[in-house]
């Protein structure tokens, strides 16, 4: 609905606006400063939804390659991060169809193999953070969309083409096994 | 109800979800169930510490390898933005030669340093400069417009988008939307209208309405903004106008504000504020009238400018024209032979003079014509406010007498009606007047008198009232409009100065890069001698 577009995109400096269509039209310091306001976003969730540095790493580089090119196809309409992070989740849902890195229904305990992102905060923050690379890869997307990065169930849905109540079930059971992981 | 099901409404809860009359029987349930209660406590603390995770979990270090990696896939030509290809495989000629490629990029920073150059020489606007935009910034109003690329494929939009050189904007009967038109104005494409960007530049910006209506609000130097239509153009001299057309190119202009001239091939015409002007096909701007110019003077203008009405159309123009039609007959005068003209500048000039500077060549040029055309404005409205204060003065004069007569009426009114009750009749009398009954209504009468009398000061001083609110809102008005006027230098001084900034870091990068390929050109060593290449000598046999 115009309106509803129209109230999202006040927040839409006509700085960012001037980048998006500077990048678009191939300027690669527009880009850059794009993505020096975004990358710190962006990495936090490839690392949180991967759970794996290695992993962070490319999906956070596919994710700015793949927004350079389809920047023209930006609809003004939404917040530039959102848009970010929508390409982050189809990309990492991309990767786990076709790579097999992951099991399906059971994320292991980190070992040397997965070099965890965990990093040095309060104990009960790391606690958090190991608790959340413990789920299962879809609860743990659905996570930490809704309780970490603020979408909606709705959009969650969109973005991991599932159905709302899905999502909703993901993010009740992943609260509820975090839970009992930290007690 | 199980504790399973209050555990998903606590979720819900959490979630921000759950109906009114879900969360109080949740709050119920709870206040009797402790493993609820813990429950809840333990997924509210959950939450609340995701929401607060830390974001940053890159260093400087880590996020400039990143930059590294991400920027050598972009700057492959076959990763562009808005193409599909997989940047990962492919390699390119550029790659082999690096010599090449430092050319290159040398010639590019030279070409920068140049262009910035003459950007910011004197005599030339930075701040334009930077403001001057190959896309202007479109804002759907309502509905949503369609954007229409050179090829003709389209893209609906709702919200903020961009359209640039060669496209085209187009709305339905529902929709309406906004264009920014880079630093210069405003224009809003009304429903049921296509709009296309020609050209937008430092020094020109050119658009072409194919149909429908267009509202334009520009605020910069003349002769910058065109608007082209099939029947003619409209040449923005710094105002705000409606221009409508239809498919045919036949349309219609009103000036709302300041001036425009509209041109064809054979024909100039100069529309002033308050101004209608005609425009057809084939034969380009009419003569511009007011809208208080009568319908019998309108025809004859369309048939002296449309119909080929030559010497009988204006001479039924001169012959109808009031003092109100004394604009249009200033605007003919281009297009008339010399005695008509000087009746029309006679018969003018008696109304409201002539400038001094007014000679027989400026009378016909349009533009020449604009001084007389704005004295001509500055007197009707000292006029009409002359007669807006004077008949403001008779209005309460008027009224005041109204109401001082009202009120002795009603006085007079009053006094008469205060009259004493009438007893009833008694049995005896009443065989007298047994057909005339006089029930009392003193009382009713009474109030109902009262209730008309009115307060003549009290409606004096609300009268009052509604005029000093509507001269506070115009004083906020203008207020508003200098504020805005003050923001908007502000910004334009702060965006230049960054550009500036961004210069002068340029430079002293390049004199860097400079020094440092001086520095790693190491000489070149002496040959030595054993090691020179002799001839081939001949063999001996």
């Known amino acids: 609905m115009p309106a509803e577009a129209l109230k999202e995109v006040m927040s839409l400096t006509y700085t960012e606006f001037d980048l998006i269509r500077q990048a678009a039209d191939g300027s690669h310091k527009a880009f850059k400063e794009l993505f020096d306001n975004n990358v710190s976003r962006v990495y936090g969730l490839c690392s949180r939804i991967s759970a794996d540095r290695d992993i962070a790493d490319e999906l956070c580089q596919i994710v700015f390659i793949k927004a350079w090119q389809k920047l023209s196809d930006f609809r003004f309409g939404g917040k530039f991060y959102t848009w970010l992070h929508t390409i982050a989740v189809n990309e990492f849902l991309s990767m786990k169809r076709t790579q097999k890195r992951f099991i399906d229904n059971f994320a292991p305990f980190p070992s040397q193999k997965e070099r965890s992102v965990t990093h040095e905060t309060t104990g009960l923050k790391i606690d958090i953070e190991s608790a959340i690379e413990k789920l299962p890869w879809q609860q743990r997307l659905a996570f930490i969309l809704h309780d970490v990065e603020g979408f909606k169930h709705k959009e969650i849905a969109v973005m991991m083409e599932i159905e709302e109540g899905t999502s909703k079930s993901h993010v009740h059971r992943a609260r509820k096994r975090m839970r009992d992981n930290l007690v | ?541």
């Open chain 2, 1 to 541: 109800m199980k504790c399973e099901e209050y555990e998903i409404l606590i979720n819900n809860k959490i979630d921000g979800e759950i109906s009114d009359a879900e969360d109080s029987k949740l709050s119920e349930h709870l206040e009797n169930c402790k493993s609820c209660t813990t429950e809840a406590e333990g997924l509210i603390k959950i939450s609340g510490m995701s929401e607060s995770l830390p974001v940053n979990f890159l260093s400087p270090y880590q996020k400039e390898k990143l930059w590294k990696s991400i920027n050598n896939s972009i700057s492959k030509p076959s990763v562009q933005p808005g193409l599909n290809g997989n940047s990962y495989h492919k390699k390119n000629e550029i790659e082999r030669f690096p010599v090449f490629r430092y050319s290159i990029a040398a010639v590019l920073v030279i070409a920068v340093i140049l262009t910035s150059f003459l950007i910011f020489s004197p005599g030339t606007s930075s701040s334009s400069a930077y403001m001057v935009l190959p896309y202007w910034k479109i804002t759907s109003l309502s509905g949503s417009p369609v954007i229409l690329n050179k090829k003709n494929s389209g893209k609906a939009f709702s919200g903020i988008d961009s359209f640039s050189t060669g496209e085209f904007l187009t709305t339905d009967v529902n929709s309406k939307a906004e264009i920014k038109v880079a630093s210069i104005g405003a224009l809003i494409l009304e429903p049921s209208s296509k709009l296309r960007m020609i050209k937008s530049s430092e020094t020109e910006y050119r658009v072409e309405l194919q149909y429908g209506t267009l509202n334009a609000h520009i605020y910069s130097t003349p002769k910058t903004f065109f608007v082209e239509t099939r029947s003619t153009i409209a040449v923005d001299m710094g105002c705000a106008y409606t221009i409508t057309v239809d498919t045919s190119g036949d349309g219609i202009i009103y000036v709302h504000s300041g001036m425009v001239v509209l041109t064809s091939s054979n024909r100039e015409s100069l529309v002033p504020a308050g101004k209608f002007c005609m425009t057809k096909k084939d034969s380009g701007p009419g003569t511009p009238y007011s809208k208080y110019s009568s319908a019998a003077f309108r025809n004859a203008l369309v048939s002296f400018d449309f119909n080929n009405g030559g010497a009988a159309a204006l001479k039924d123009i001169l012959r109808i024209a009031t003092q109100k039609d004394a604009a249009t007959l200033i605007c003919l005068m281009p297009r008339v032979d010399d005695n008509t003209r000087m009746t029309i500048y006679n018969r003018v000039n008696a109304y409201s003079p002539a400038p001094a500077s007014m000679s027989n060549d400026s009378m016909l040029k349009p533009e020449a014509l604009n001084d007389w055309l704005q004295n001509l404005e500055e007197n009707i409205n000292e006029s009409i406010e002359n007669s807006m204060q004077l008949f403001d003065k008779h209005l309460r004069e008027h009224m005041e007498k109204d109401m001082e007569k009202l009120q002795r009426d009603m006085e007079e009114l009053n006094n008469n009606l205060e009259v004493p009750k009438t007893p009833m009749p008694d049995s005896k009398s009443y065989k007298k007047f047994k057909h005339f009954e006089f029930p009392d209504i003193t009382n009713e009468i009474q109030i109902h008198l009262d209730s008309l009398r009115f307060d003549k000061k009290q409606i004096i001083a609300e009268i009052d009232k509604a005029m000093e609110e509507v001269r506070q809102e115009i004083e906020n008005n203008k207020m508003q409009l200098d504020f805005d006027k003050e923001q908007l230098n502000l910004e334009l001084k702060k965006v230049n100065e960054e550009i500036k900034e961004e210069m002068k870091k340029l430079k002293e990068e390049m004199k860097k890069e400079r020094k440092k390929r001086k520095e790693s050109v190491k000489p070149i060593p002496p040959e030595d001698e054993e090691d020179e290449v002799k001839p081939d000598e001949p063999e001996k046999y």
